[in-house]
């Protein structure tokens, strides 16, 4: 069965680098990032685990977990993340999960459920385990990106992607395309005017159905 978004994340117990942890129980009560990677040592995978790290000021900031997944072994992983670490200039205090089994790239619906990794294999026989996933604190999958092995990740997208659904989070807002923190939210339909402007105060009305109103503090 396919992940869809507000799917819960499979509570699978996993094996990282540091240490046997369960998906649930690491999520806790913040948000949390899961990024996959096809292969360890290769080029692109490691500028994005190095922007990763360079980013821990920025996920700490807003309550967020990261955690990496890659399909090959903890003592890969250990030995990949001195590369990682001397190319980014910073420590990679994250967890990389080692799915050489491929049970999280096939409960996440990255790669199909009679995959396997032949003998000698490369990043081309892993190339869909190359997602992001953004989770919300009740454990619920908010958001799902998947990119091809000849483009890195923008994770100054993902960062702003993270802010919006943070900035909406159970409430009856909406971000427009380019939205940036600070700048106006789209009220939902779900509220008629005159309980959208008691909510947030004067909208500024676009259209009947698009009304923006300023982001709540």
């Known amino acids: 069965m396919a992940l869809r978004i507000n799917d819960t994340i499979p ?5 990282t680098d540091q240490g046997t ?3 649930h129980d690491w999520i806790g009560d913040s ?3 899961l990024f ?4 360890d040592f290769t080029p692109v995978c490691t500028t994005e685990f190095g922007a990763v ?3 821990t000021a920025e996920w700490e900031k807003r309550g967020t977990k990261v955690m990496g997944i890659s399909v090959d072994g903890v003592e890969e992983h250990k030995k990949w993340k001195g590369d990682i670490e001397a190319v980014a200039g910073t420590p990679a205090g994250f967890p990389i999960i080692a ?4 049970t999280v790239a096939k409960a996440l619906d990255m790669l199909p459920a ?6 000698g294999r490369t990043p081309a026989h892993s190339a869909t385990v190359r997602s992001v996933f953004i989770i919300a604190p009740n454990k619920k999958v908010q958001l799902m990106m ?6 890195g990740r923008n994770f100054a997208e993902v960062l702003r992607a993270l802010d919006g659904l943070q900035r909406t989070y159970e409430q009856p807002l909406a971000v427009p395309a380019n939205w940036e923190v600070g700048q106006d939210v789209i009220v939902a339909l779900s509220l008629d005017d005159a309980a959208a402007e008691a909510k947030y105060g004067a909208l500024d009305k676009k259209l009947p159905y698009l009304r923006f109103a300023k982001s709540p503090n």
């Open 11 to 15: 509570d699978l117990t996993v094996e």
């Open 146 to 151: 998947t990119y091809p092995m000849s483009v």
């Open 21 to 23: 942890l369960s998906l």
């Open 31 to 33: 948000w949390a990032i």
């Open 114 to 119: 009679d995959a396997y990794l032949p003998d």
């Open 99 to 102: 799915d050489n089994d491929l």
């Open 36 to 39: 996959s990677h096809p292969k």
């Open 53 to 55: 790290a360079q980013l």
